[in-house]
């Protein structure tokens, strides 16, 4: 189970992307093998973004954009207690616009989206982690930001996110022969290997 806050941002659209954004998610994970797990998010996210209306006016756009992400993740170092990944996958959105510049657009609307990204997983005891991560999603559409350029046919909008949460781990299956080669409570031995025969004979 993870949750957390995140800092999303416009970066791909046809309005001068803000900085007043804000969001948060919770997750639910399973792991297959030590390197690889597949991931259900549910984020909300809160975006704005400035354009110009016909007197030069200066209007600030606000999206609100609930998701549904499905995405697979490689670990790359998974028995270290600092593991970094990697992530793809499909998510869908819903998507609610204010002070938006594109009056042919409807105020709710919907789109589906490729995800990419990384992270970090940092242990913080047997059951607890702490995660950052950047994730880039690329909508199918061009209504995101609700300004679509006159000379736009195919255009496709995009936003970014930094999150910062907790990952509880409330459910573990058999211990890992990677990660723990040795039963708990069995200890390598060092051997003495000094051969006394052979001293006493120099």
Known sequence: LGFGGAYPRFVSVNLQPLNSNYGFYI??????????????????SHLEGEWTNQSLAMITESTDLITGNLDVLYYFVPCSSVSPYLFAGLGGGLRTLNNYASTSLDENGSAFALNVGGGI?????????????????????SELDGAVATQETNGTDAYMALKLGLLYYFGKGEPSKMCEPFPQGVTMEMRDMTDYGKIDRM
């Open 27 to 44: 997750s639910l994970q399973r792991n297959f093998s030590e390197n690889v797990g597949i991931r259900l998010n549910a984020d909300y």
């Open 121 to 141: 997983e940092v242990a913080l005891g047997a059951d607890w982690k702490l995660m950052g991560e950047y994730s880039y999603h690329s909508m199918f559409n």
